[in-house]
Structures are given as structure tokens and as C-alpha cells.
């Protein structure tokens, strides 16, 4: 098991930047691919990235492709999600996963492939 715990989240203007943090801890941190999810108020959770536990493979979703980057430091056990030209939609409360990985550079995207989660942070974006 891995425990997660998310900071970072906060009111900012459209245009303007955030940088989330995921502080993981357990046996399995650095063989654990790490994921970001976003739930909007009466939306499904949705995937946003992912980075494979060797930290040399990414993956986004379209929505945020170009302005967000991830990132890891296997040597702190975390995770930043950098956040860049926010946008209203973007708002939302943003969840860390994990899952741990028999490969170095797999990644998933899938909400049922993670096994963990924290506990969110609120992300609001004004227009």
C-alpha cells in the first residue's frame, strides 16, 4: 500500500499557474507509477497525467496537453503536477494515484488501473 497526501491547490485567475504536490509514502513508492485525476462538481473523475515510476515516460490527456507537466523525485517520494495557463474548466478538485509496476517506464490512464489515492485538493480557477 501507498499513502498519498496532495497539496498545492488554491484559488488563481485564468492564465495564471499552480504547482501540486503528492507526498507518497509506503514499501512500493518507487515502483509505483504515479497518476493525476480531476472531479468537477457532477462529473466523473477523469484522468489529467501519469508518469511511469522510472519518471522517463509521460503521458496527458488532451485538455491539458502543453500547458501542464509532471514530474517525480524518487528520492523525496513525490510528485509535482505544474500547472500552467489555467483555464476555468480546469477547476476542479485534483486527486494523486499510485500503482505499482512490474515495468520502469509503463504508465496508466485509466481510473480502475490505481489502487490508491489521496484525499484531493480543491483547484479553482476565475475567470
Known amino acids: 500500500q501507498v499513502q498519498l497526501v496532495e497539496s498545492g491547490g488554491g484559488l488563481v485567475q485564468a492564465g495564471g499557474s499552480l504547482r501540486l504536490s503528492c507526498a507518497a509514502s509506503?514499501?512500493?513508492?518507487?515502483?509505483?507509477?504515479m497518476g493525476w485525476f480531476r472531479q468537477a462538481p457532477g462529473k466523473e473523475r477523469e484522468f489529467v497525467a501519469t508518469?511511469?515510476?522510472?519518471?522517463?515516460?509521460?503521458y496527458f490527456a488532451n485538455s491539458v496537453k502543453g500547458r501542464f507537466t509532471i514530474s517525480r523525485d524518487n528520492a523525496k517520494n513525490t510528485v509535482n503536477l505544474q500547472m500552467n495557463s489555467l483555464k476555468p474548466e480546469d477547476t476542479a478538485v485534483y486527486y494523486c494515484?499510485?500503482?505499482?509496476?512490474?515495468?520502469?517506464?509503463?504508465?496508466?490512464?485509466?481510473?480502475?488501473?490505481?489502487?490508491?489515492w489521496g484525499q484531493g485538493t480543491q483547484v479553482t480557477v476565475s475567470s
Open positions: 494515484a499510485a500503482r505499482e509496476s512490474y515495468y520502469s517506464d509503463r504508465y496508466y490512464y485509466r481510473r480502475d488501473d490505481y489502487n490508491n
Open positions: 509506503g514499501r512500493t513508492v518507487n515502483r509505483s507509477v
Open positions: 508518469i511511469s515510476w522510472s519518471g522517463g515516460s509521460t
